[in-house]
């Protein structure tokens, strides 16, 4: 059997799934009986839920029938992760990890630990032996970068005398720029030039490939019976009784289930997460289960 995590995205069942055998269902899971008590409490609780409603009728209501109306709840959950590499890059200083000059690791093979199964997350690491060191490519390798506001000329128009050197109507010589029309460029402290922002003025730049993991639990949910003019909103709130549950690297589809539309519903569950996932995720495990729901009853009564 292989053990959840080893495979890459698109092994075939026949690899995950030696000696699994598929669930049959030779008798159909047995109801248990509504007793009146049971449905008279439900319909108390119901008018105590109710603050304008008073609970002697429902108290000494006479239920004549009780008609008792079972349904199924499908559910498949599939844990897949997904593993994209990106190039990053980061300013190269001697106490970064340069350049190895082997091959990169794989994606798929770098290791990365075994994530709280069924919940979704995302991690981010650096692919081993990724490291490419360039010279930076913003600054071409000189760790400054030409002012953006002087242009690398070190001073700028006066903004007293807008450059005409003399303050206006006065037709006296400028004094904040000693007549010259330009003054020193604060940005760059009239260098004409910053440290390069990308390199941080390390000159080099560590190009690296980042790998960034999603886990992701994805659920498909069906509820059989849906004729029972019941809102489908609710119908996933109500309790029941648990029939069935089976986990697996990935899990077979049910056959034969009591209720044609549960084993339906099963291997159109399956083969959409197989269709959605296989291609570009690997699926780590596989719930299913098969809940049993019980909506309130209607008492049928005077
Ligand atoms: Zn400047
Ligand atoms: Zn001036
Ligand atoms: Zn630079």
Known sequence: MTTPGTCRPGCTWAELLQGYKPVLFPLPPSV????????????????????????????????????????????????????LSEWVFEPFTSKADGPSGDTPLDPWDVEVGTPPLFQGQTRRCRVPRSALVRDCHRCRGHGRSKCGVCH???????????????????????????????????????????????????????????????????????????????????????????????????????INFPDPEISLASQRAIAEHSAALATSSRILRQVRGEPKAEPPLHPAGS
């Not at 609970?55 to 009780?66: M, N, P």
């Not at 020193?184 to 790998?211: A, I, Y």
Request: net charge positive; charged share 25%; glycine share 8%.
């Open 32 to 83: 248990p009986p509504m007793t009146e008590a049971a449905a008279r409490q439900a319909l108390l609780r119901f008018v105590a839920s109710r603050c304008c409603y008073g609970s002697r009728a429902a108290g000494q209501l006479a239920i004549q029938c009780l008609r008792p109306l079972g349904m199924y709840r499908y559910r498949l959950e599939t844990f897949s992760e997904s593993r």
């Open 152 to 254: 690398g000329a070190g001073r700028t128009r006066c903004v007293t005398c807008k450059g005409s050197r003399r303050r206006l109507k006065q037709q006296k010589r400028c004094q904040l720029c000693s007549g010259t029309g330009r003054k020193r460029c604060n940005t760059c402290s009239g260098r004409g030039s910053k440290t390069c922002v990308t390199c941080q003025g390390e000159k080099k730049l560590q190009h690296f490939k980042q790998l960034v993991i999603t886990w992701k639990n994805n659920v498909f949910e069906f509820v059989s019976e849906q004729h029972l003019n019941f809102p489908g909103e609710l119908l996933s709130k109500v309790s029941g009784a648990n029939v069935f549950k089976d986990e697996n690297v990935v899990v077979y589809p049910i």
